[in-house]
């Protein structure tokens, strides 16, 4: 056994994909997120359910994962350039970061679709695709209030979506923007910013009806159909945890990873004894620890220290003392029975029973967001893969 494992089911991230859909119109395209390794779920393995559950897109942070994307997946790079991807499913990979100037011949050369915001990488889009002889594919993003990437000024969109369409070495794709507050769901500037977007982008539509309009995260798709235009762009969602950052399950999304180790060790730990770097547990009575060789280096962060809980067959445990880099320790009680739980499988994320712990339920104890807790994994932890109750594939 690993000492630290996640397990992945690729049929929740397809079932997730597929519920998703139906929250959309006809003609409306789902975008599977699967930039940050998949959110920590696999990046490859991630992109493949989520075209098997209907995704038509995949989007990442750079050109570095499209093009692991492409290497690890895609198997053939002629494929991805004709716009199949993955036993024939027809799939765009769509980079939403920004992209070095030494990285856009790459963008360009494996066809990938490239946002951008300003004239002068419009012409060296342009200009590069004229050079190797393709037609460069961009979608034109307004900053409607996020205040990262984009331009406030909607004229200079409206610039640059003008001699996208004019330059015969690019094809404009799609127009988007990003929003702020999507999952705040008493917070009034997302219907501003879906305002402002929809002001700019409906006489565009309107002058190119090819263009793809697209805005809505995992968020603004579950709360505003308004916000779907032509495509939706879904992340968090498809992991089966909920933007919002409360139960999945009541949204009819399906956590996909479980994460888990086991007992190293069961020791008495006598009152007035301590535990961990800095003595932060000491015992009030007679009890029994279990040692867990989990900790910080896996991504299983230091502020859960005496915060947090685990299941050992099926049961809450506390966690108590200092979360180490390679461990922590977890109050088993004073019944000396508790050393038959050496060897026992521990659930740090995931459900056994009628118990259950969430990415969500561990996020609100670290006053953080979901997002942040399956992203923060580190490679050390082992990723496992499966479709149901099949048998774990790699």
């Known amino acids: 056994m690993s000492q630290a494992l996640a397990r992945v089911n690729l049929a929740a991230v397809q079932r997730n994909c597929a519920r998703l859909r139906g929250e959309l119109g006809e003609g409306v395209q789902l975008c599977a997120v699967v930039k ?28 570095e994962e499209a093009g692991e994307l492409v290497e690890e997946a895609g198997e053939l790079v002629e494929e991805v350039r004709a716009g199949e991807f993955a036993e024939g499913a027809q799939a765009r990979l769509l980079v939403m970061g920004p992209i070095r100037s030494e990285d856009l011949e790459e963008a360009v050369s494996l066809n990938l679709d490239v946002v951008v915001w300003s004239d002068t990488y419009l012409r060296w889009v342009g200009e590069l695709a004229a050079e190797i002889g393709r037609r460069g594919r961009v979608h034109v993003k307004l900053d409607s209030g996020m205040g990262r990437l984009g331009t406030r000024e909607s004229e200079q969109a409206s610039r640059i979506v003008a001699a996208a369409s004019a330059d015969p070495n690019i094809d404009l794709v799609g127009v988007m923007t990003h929003f702020a507050t999507a999952d705040e769901l008493e917070e009034e500037f997302f219907a501003e910013q879906l305002a402002r977007f929809e002001r700019w982008a409906r006489p565009i539509k309107q002058a190119h009806p090819q263009v793809l ?28 945890m909920d933007p919002f950052g409360e139960d999945p399950l009541a949204r009819g999304l399906e956590p996909a990873l479980e994460l888990s180790s086991y007992v190293a060790e069961v020791k008495l730990c006598a009152a007035g004894q301590s535990t961990g ?23 299983w962060r230091r502020g859960l220290s005496n915060n947090a809980e685990v299941l050992i067959d099926g049961r809450r445990r506390p966690l108590v003392g200092t979360i180490s880099m390679d461990s922590l320790t977890v109050d088993l009680g004073p019944d000396p029975d508790a050393q038959s739980l050496r060897d026992r499988e521990v659930v740090l994320i995931g459900a056994r029973g009628a118990e259950r712990i969430t990415a969500e339920d561990v996020a609100k104890r670290l006053h953080t967001i979901n997002y942040e807790i399956t992203c923060g994994l580190t490679p050390r932890v082992e990723r496992l893969y499966k479709l149901d109750d099949e048998h774990w594939i790699d």
């Open 36 to 63: 940050a390794d998949g959110y920590g779920h696999g990046l490859v393995q991630s992109a493949r359910a989520a075209l098997a559950g209907g995704a038509g897109w995949l989007a990442v942070a750079s050109v």
């Open 213 to 240: 309009v697209h805005a809505a995260n995992s968020a603004a798709t579950l709360r505003e159909p308004r916000a779907h235009f032509d495509m939706v762009r879904c992340g968090i969602a498809i992991y089966g």
């Open 277 to 299: 770097y800095g003595r932060t547990f000491r015992a009030e009575r007679d009890t029994y620890l279990a040692v867990i060789p989990i900790g910080y280096g896996d991504g």
